[in-house]
């Protein structure tokens, strides 16, 4: 059976564009970035900070503001046997599509509550202003139904947020984002900032939000132990680019990205203290791109064509991607 | 093993709120720990939980309610009163945030030069020189990508082993590390990590660890405490600790760190407490409301520690 694509980005390029004293400097934060987000997955984005994961979250959300702009690609939508080019609509319709298509709840969302009104205002303010001409009480019952539904105290609503704990604050504001039932959530880093047993009833939230709506979940976190227990596809970004792609299980069984390798082979396990190393160097900046294959000055098997021309993301296994000279060499 | 640091029955009390409504947080609650030499010591839990109170009572930067800390067997605070740049010696400290850790507007070797005279390390430029040279190999950068540079040139990785090599001037015996890498990139982290290993291995200085990332801690230290709520509810071999939890609270905290490895879900649901702050006023054991084997006896008294395998538990399943 073939999945149905929900998302998909082509030939993607979002850059920031910064005036420093009179020059121009160029952020290539999302660089040429194609992928497919199927209905019913939980679609990991995995990258250390700065490699542009955010920003390809704001790119497909349609949050594109100064001095980030979109450079050339398109955003697809698939909602209603429709395709909806996200750049080519008007604002109107592309206010349509948010919260109840797709639905966003960005980093360090735990602080978006307003602190002086009562959660219960902000579900309602939320709800009046999407869905219109319900009364107060109304939609109070709505947003106590929701919460029950997703198994969080109703008695929360009439809590200020200040005297909700951290971790039930990012619970709250995952359930106001998805009041609408969207098919899709983008979450970035929803766990990080959280204690280990807080993100573990966090994760359990999203994933029952998805085995209950069967929505899709794309899922930003550089915490390579949350990707592992919640996504089912992940795509490995560094400096702005997908460098590898597959479902879970392979990606960390079978890692074919040298760096992907070093990502995955550098983190600490219960039971085993065998010695493990990090890649050698430090990240680029996106603004300073080497040239080439961008991991090519910290990778070990740099081939001399990796110093000039940037690899493709390419699949040479079914489902399993590669942007790597050293796949085209075997 | 001899002993280096030995925290006796410590207790720090916090006021908060207005002069009508006071309440009292107790952030540490008659711990007691020691530290041998060299060893690298784990001070693990959450968010609250009371590990940095500790690390800023150890160093100085905030008074006790109660108890003491003894540094080679005599009260730090008198060491304080009498050298006190013996003891800045001794004891060093590398903090959380390596980007805030540095002023943007000082050249980052303007600290080492100033950290070497005010201790009276170095009496000039050249000597001073050879020192930073010979503990910036340590950490694996070198003096000519180092001087005259500003913090903003580094990278998150290179600032924070920058300030290990500050705190390595002064040939410390002790380094509190304060969440040293949860703010270094994936694919640095564990270098830094290693970093702590090979200080222990070979200049013989103890470190106390204190993070929230379990697997970093399983994989470094020697022995470990885990906290909850200003407690110390475990404390033995990290090894016994980790692989063979035993305090309800470190068995939960054990089985929800995510681990990379798609095979392993988990198969039970986790309670959350609604708000932390019930947690600090509870009487009796604080985890009691969230604990799954909960007696009455739980609810009224607090459980002493109890000797189980090497490892000190304070709960009183183990009575």
């Known amino acids: 059976m073939r999945l149905q694509t929900v998302i998909s980005t082509k030939e993607l390029k979002s850059y920031y564009v910064l005036d420093v004293f009179g020059r121009e400097k160029v952020v290539k934060a999302v660089d040429d970035i194609n992928i497919d987000v199927y209905e019913n997955e939980i679609y990991g984005i995995a990258g250390e900070s700065g490699c542009g994961k955010s920003t390809l979250l704001k790119a497909i959300f349609g949050i594109i503001d100064p001095p980030l702009r979109l450079i050339a690609g398109k955003v697809l939508y698939f909602h209603n046997e429709q395709v909806y080019d996200l750049y080519s609509l008007n604002s109107d319709s592309r206010r349509s599509l948010r919260w109840k298509f797709i639905s966003y709840v960005p980093q360090g969302s735990m602080n978006v509550l307003n602190p002086v009104v009562k959660i219960k205002e902000t579900f309602k303010d939320f709800l009046d202003s999407h869905l219109k001409g319900k009364t107060k009480n109304e939609y109070y019952e709505m947003a106590k139904e929701h919460l029950t539904n997703l198994g969080l105290p109703p008695k929360i609503l009439e809590a200020y947020p200040h005297q909700l704990s951290g971790g039930m604050r990012q619970r709250v504001t995952i359930a106001l984002a998805t009041l609408l039932n969207p098919k899709i959530i983008i979450a970035d880093e929803p766990t990080t900032a959280l204690d280990v047993v807080t993100q573990r009833g966090v994760i359990q939230l999203l994933r029952d939000i998805q085995s209950t709506l069967m929505n899709t979940i794309v899922l930003v976190t550089h915490d390579m132990g949350v990707q592992a227990t919640m996504s089912t596809r992940i795509a490995v970004m560094y400096a702005g680019k997908i460098i590898e792609e597959a479902p879970t299980t392979k990606l960390f069984q079978d890692p074919k990205h040298p760096y992907t390798r070093y990502l995955i082979h550098s983190l600490p396990k219960f039971g085993d203290k065998s010695k493990r190393s990090s890649a050698p160097g430090s990240p680029p900046s996106l603004a300073a791109l080497p040239p080439g294959c961008a991991f090519h000055p910290r990778c070990p098997y740099a081939l001399e064509k990796c110093k000039s021309e940037i690899p493709a993301l390419r699949s040479y296994e079914p489902d399993h991607k590669t942007a790597c000279w050293l796949m085209e060499e075997r | ?319």
């Open chain 2, 1 to 319: 093993m001899k002993k280096l640091l030995e925290v006796q029955n410590l207790t720090k009390i916090y006021s908060m709120g207005s002069i009508f409504s006071r309440t009292k947080i107790t952030a540490v609650e008659d711990i007691s720990f020691t530290v041998g030499e060299p060893e690298i010591f784990t001070l693990a839990g959450e968010s609250g939980c009371g590990k940095t109170t500790t690390a800023k009572i150890i160093l100085g930067f905030e008074e006790q309610t109660s108890g003491a800390v003894m540094y080679k067997d005599e009260p730090i605070k008198n060491l304080r009163r009498g050298d006190r740049n013996k003891v800045l010696r001794e004891i060093q400290a590398v903090f959380q945030n390596p980007f805030s850790t540095f002023n943007p507007l000082r050249t980052v070797d303007s600290y080492f030069y100033e950290t070497l005279i005010n201790l009276k390390i170095a009496s000039n430029r050249k000597e001073a020189e050879k020192k930073i040279a010979e503990k910036l190999q340590a950490v694996g950068l070198s003096f000519e990508e180092f001087s005259q540079r500003y913090p903003s040139e580094f990278s998150g990785g290179q600032l924070q082993r920058l300030s290990i090599a500050r705190a390595l001037l002064t040939d410390p015996s002790l380094i509190i590390a304060d969440e040293p890498v949860s703010m270094v990139d994936a694919s640095l982290r564990m270098s830094i990590v290693n970093l702590f290993k090979d200080l222990k291995e070979r200049y013989d200085v103890s470190v106390i660890y204190i993070t929230h990332d379990l697997t970093t801690a399983y994989y470094i230290s020697d022995r470990m405490a885990v906290m909850f709520r200003g407690n110390i509810v475990e404390m033995g071999p990290a090894e016994e600790v980790l692989s063979n939890p035993k305090h309800p609270y470190t068995r939960l905290l054990r089985e929800s760190v995510p681990e990379p490895d798609p095979e392993k879900q988990w198969t039970t649901r986790v309670h959350l407490a609604e708000s932390e702050h019930e947690e600090y006023l509870q009487t009796g054991c604080k985890f009691v409301a969230r604990c799954p084997l909960a007696m009455e006896k739980c609810r009224k008294l607090t459980p002493p520690h109890f000797e189980v395998n090497g490892t000190s538990v304070k709960c009183f399943l183990y009575e």
